[in-house]
Structure formats: C-alpha cells, structure tokens
C-alpha cells in the first residue's frame, strides 16, 4: 500500500540544508492542502469554469449560481468552495519562467474561504522563499507524483494522512505530537461527555458558543461526533479559535 504520509513528508529531502528541520512543516502542510483541494476541484472544474463565464472579474461569483449552473450541465459542483483558474498545479509546472507569479494568481483565484486558510498559513511568503530558492518547481513535481484525488484517498484517510504529517513536523521540531493534535478517539469521547446531555441541542435553531485553545488541534470539537450522537443534534455549535493559533488553522477550518 502506497505511504501517502512518508511519501510527501519526503518533500524534506528537497528542503534539507536550505530549510531548518523545524520549518519543513510550514512548506510541506500548507502544499498538502494545496494539492488536496486541486485534486478535489478537478472533475468539475471545467464545468465550474463555463458557470463563471466572463462576467464575474472583480467580484466572486455566487456559489448558489455556480451549483445550479453545473447540475444543469450535469456535473453539480458539490463543494463549498471552487477556483476560478484555468491552470491546475500539473499544467503552472508547463511555464516554469513564471512559476512563482502563476501560482500566487492560482492560490488567489480560489473562494474567499479557501485564500483565508492560505492568509493563515503566511503562504506568499511560502512561495517567494520557495522561488528565491529556486526549490517552488522541484516542491510542485514532488506532490504531483502523489496522488490525493478524493477516489484514491476518502476523507477519513486524508486525515489520516494529515495527522501523520503533523507528527513528523513535531518530531523534526524536537516536540511530541501531542503538542500539535490529540487522537480523534480521545475527541470522540470528549465531545459526548461534552454535548449528548444536552437536550436542547435537539432543537433546531438552538446554538451553543464554544471557546477554547484545544481548537487549535485538528478537531476540537469533532463535528462528525457532535453528528453521529444519539439523539442527533439540530442545533448550531460554533466554535472559536484562541488567539496566536493561526498556524493550526486548517485543522480547524475543515470542521467547522
């Protein structure tokens, strides 16, 4: 079975002797998100493209429109976000002269709340380092070869993969992973010591506000849980970041 996890961790190999051990994560997790999503975007973007059309320049399109106009087509876009780019990461690696500049524009044709998870991550500056370094293509062809197309890799493995990296950035930074997530089985059971006893939450329209640094982690409250409880919860639980956790914001963003 291929080791996704081992295989884009290997991206270090590329970044050794110009990137201290502890800053391989800040490349290599923001990369992964990256290439995840563009593998996701990829069967309807065309599609997604012709739903766009020319008009909306300055201005997002609306994702209601972009929806219907893609099940009209027959090939519904389903996602909560899109990109409105014509290249994808394979096809920028075709025009390495201007490598640096097509991605930046790649990463900011993206909805509004994915660029906000790349705001997060400082990730122009990722790719000046990367281009003053001249490490951005070899980075691009390392996690081409990594395939993270939602039939090669579910969700659940995904996650998997992502808690794994995590690991190996805490190791690499002489920490213990615990420091950077904690076990979904652990979530599991927080959240339903947390949340089944409350007899509201049944309700639809009831909210309950969720405060604290834990969120930081990958899933803090664990939403998937909060869904599976018996009886199931109508309400709204919305969850806020603590200040200074804008590094782990991803781990926390795909939950929300």
Do not use: C
Not at 119 to 132: D, P
């Amino acid at each position: 079975m291929f080791n996704h996890a081992s295989f884009i961790w290997g991206a270090a190999d590329i970044l050794r002797g110009t990137y201290k051990q502890h800053q391989y994560g800040d490349v290599i997790l923001p990369f992964t998100v990256l290439f995840r999503l563009d593998a996701v975007l990829t069967p309807t973007k065309e599609d997604v493209l012709e739903a766009i059309g020319p008009t909306y320049v300055d201005t997002e399109p609306p994702l209601a429109m972009i929806r219907n106009r893609t099940k009209q087509a027959g090939n519904e876009h389903t996602y909560n976000f899109f990109n409105r780019s014509r290249h994808t990461l394979k096809t920028l690696q075709g025009d390495p002269d201007n490598l640096e500049e097509n991605l930046r524009d790649y990463v900011n044709a993206f909805s509004e709340n994915v660029r906000e998870i790349f705001q997060k991550y400082e990730f122009e500056q990722t790719i000046s380092g990367l281009a003053h370094h001249d490490l951005l293509l070899q980075i691009l062809q390392h996690f081409t070869k990594a395939n993270l197309h939602p039939d090669a890799v579910s969700n659940e493995q995904m996650g998997h993969i992502f808690e794994e990296l995590i690991r190996k950035f805490a190791e690499a930074s002489n920490e213990t992973a615990g420091e950077h997530f904690t076990p979904r089985e652990v979530i599991d059971l927080m959240v339903t010591l947390l949340l089944h006893d409350d007899e509201e939450l049944t309700t639809p329209g009831i909210g309950r506000d969720v405060y604290g640094p834990a969120f930081a982690r990958k899933s803090m409250p664990s939403w998937n849980t909060a869904l599976r409880l018996n009886p199931p919860i109508n309400g709204v639980i919305k969850g806020h970041l603590p200040e200074g956790a804008d590094s782990h914001y991803i781990l926390w963003r795909d939950r929300k």
